[in-house]
């Protein structure tokens, strides 16, 4: 004899153990699932990488590099040259005793040098970063001396927090490849020391519109 | 009575003339288009035959991809007179790749679109990029809000630039809904495209949520000498018409351990680029610095590219 009373019961029961199964499942699948999200791969990540051998390729050191006096987190680090780039360095080869002719003056003096940094209220001199001494180096307000290739130790004296940036990777950039040893641009690779903002000009291209 | 009969022409000779004409015709339109090729270069039409029996790239053994790649930079020789190199490197242990885009920074020169465009072979014909530049006004947060065709002096002052491209997310909603799986992640977290299994449904297109991929509505023109010759299978090789593509991180570039074209040619140093497991690399520097958002974080999508401010 079937009993409706029974069979509803168990058909409910069946329901009931089933669905609250099926949830639990799911949150199961979702917790210990392998997919981890990216922040949480990225923060396991802590163990150091061998950067020189991350990649299968020769990865060669550009020249005209130098190394930093600082380390970021990794360690040493190169920057770009600037001494190299500069045409007429040894600046000490005319800022000396010998006498110029005032016809030569004309030709090889600085009058080119427009100076746009520091603002209006406080605008630099020459002799804030070059030193009158030694002509061949810049010159800290402490007067010590700075090599021309690590401008960055100049440069950083006010802009420390953009130095802290360079440094750690967050201004500026890596020369050509990310993996192998890090070689970075050097500030007066992207700005020119006496006008350092970029000036405004026409973009290199522009996008069709998308609809 | 006799110039009637010159005029008029019975059924038999209508329908030799006729035959005849069509058998000469057809002939001549054959020879015209592609029968000449296939008479002339057999070796042509038998790489063509063999691409269309290939494998999908990732079912191919690595002897396999080798003779597919040697078949299509032959092709590309016998067809353009073009000596290109396709690579297959493969995706290396403990790489993530990560993309930082400063929006401080950027002052809108868009460099990166024309290297872009360089670099990955893209159709000059229907002006295809990957990269899009939207110039937003201050407290603006989202690109649809901004312009994406502006042609001025820049920077414009009272404004900010913030550049868009295919995000390689981690839980790519385009993998999904791929029908032919001729899209998927690797390991190191770019997303792919293999061009010849695509059928050109453009569901995935639907899907991004970020506007990152693009079709190939016509059939990609690039001037002969302004072709990359340095190709991936996967990245920048020669597309067809009728399938899409999309930004691949310079596959071809950055796993040979190089900077994308985009961040090698940014004037500003706006972009970041680098190993997201390497606790030492650029990018960590930057998650762990700086204040980073996502584009529509929301969406579950996992975007590995940050933007920040300084």
């Known amino acids: 004899m079937k009993n409706p009373i029974l069979k509803n019961s168990l058909f409910y029961g069946i329901w009931f153990c089933f669905i609250p199964g099926l949830l639990l499942l799911c949150s199961a699948l979702t917790v210990f699932s392998n997919e981890q999200d990216v922040a949480a791969r990225v923060k396991k990540a802590t163990q150091k990488l061998d950067t020189t051998q991350q990649v299968d390729a020769i990865i060669p050191l550009p020249k005209n590099i130098v190394r930093a006096h600082m380390e970021y987190q990794g360690g040493t680090f190169f920057t770009e040259a600037r001494k190299s780039e500069i045409t007429r360095f040894k600046c000490s080869s005319c800022h000396n005793n010998k006498k110029v002719s005032i016809l030569n003056a004309a030709d090889i003096s600085h009058a080119d040098i427009k100076i746009n940094h520091g603002g209006k209220d406080t605008p630099l001199a020459c002799n804030t970063c070059h030193s009158q001494d030694d002509r061949d180096f810049l010159v800290t307000s402490k007067t010590s001396k700075i090599d021309l290739d690590h401008a960055y130790d100049m440069c950083g004296q006010c802009h420390f927090r953009q130095k802290k940036d360079w440094i750690g990777g967050a201004h500026g950039k890596r020369v050509t490849y990310w993996a192998g040893e890090r070689v970075v641009k050097n500030c007066t690779s992207c700005h020119n020391p006496h006008s350092p903002k970029f000036e405004k000009r026409w973009p290199k291209t522009y996008s069709v519109p998308l609809k | ?310």
């Open chain 2, 1 to 310: 009575m006799d110039s009637d009969k010159k005029k008029t022409i019975d059924r038999r000779t209508f329908l030799k003339g006729a035959t005849s004409a069509a058998i000469v015709g057809g002939a001549a339109v054959t020879a015209g288009c592609k029968g000449k090729n296939l008479m002339n270069s057999s070796e042509t039409f038998a790489l063509e035959f063999q691409e269309y029996f290939k494998k999908h790239y990732r079912l191919m053994t690595q002897a396999e991809r080798d003779k597919t790649v040697l078949r299509l930079e032959n092709m590309a020789r016998l067809k353009q007179d073009l000596t290109v190199d396709i690579d297959t490197t493969g995706p290396a242990p403990d790489v993530l790749y990560g993309y930082a885009f400063n929006v401080t920074r950027c002052e809108g020169y868009m460099e990166c679109v024309k290297a872009c465009i360089k670099e990955n072979n893209l159709d000059r014909k229907s002006d295809t990029q990957y990269i899009r530049i939207f110039e937003m006004e201050h407290g603006q947060m989202s690109p649809d809000q901004g312009d994406g065709k502006y042609f001025h002096m820049v920077p414009r002052d009272g404004h900010f630039y913030m550049g868009v491209q295919c995000f390689q997310c981690d839980n790519p909603p385009c993998v999904k809904a791929c029908p032919t799986k001729a899209t998927w992640r690797e390991p190191d977290g770019i997303v792919v495209v293999d061009y010849d299994w695509c059928i050109g449904c453009r569901y995935c297109m639907a899907a991004c949520p970020y506007w990152g991929r693009r079709f190939n509505w016509n059939t990609p023109e690039i001037p002969t000498e302004e072709i990359t010759t340095k190709q991936h299978y996967l990245g920048n090789r020669q597309r067809v018409r009728g399938m899409m593509e999309k930004c691949t991180f310079c596959i071809q570039r950055s796993r040979k351990g190089k900077m994308t074209a985009c961040v090698e040619a940014c004037p500003t140093g706006a972009r970041v680029f680098g190993n997201l497991l390497d606790p030492d690399s650029e990018i960590r520097f930057v998650l762990e610095n700086k204040k980073v958002y996502r584009l529509k974080e929301d969406l579950g999508t996992e975007p590995k590219f940050w933007y920040f401010i300084d």
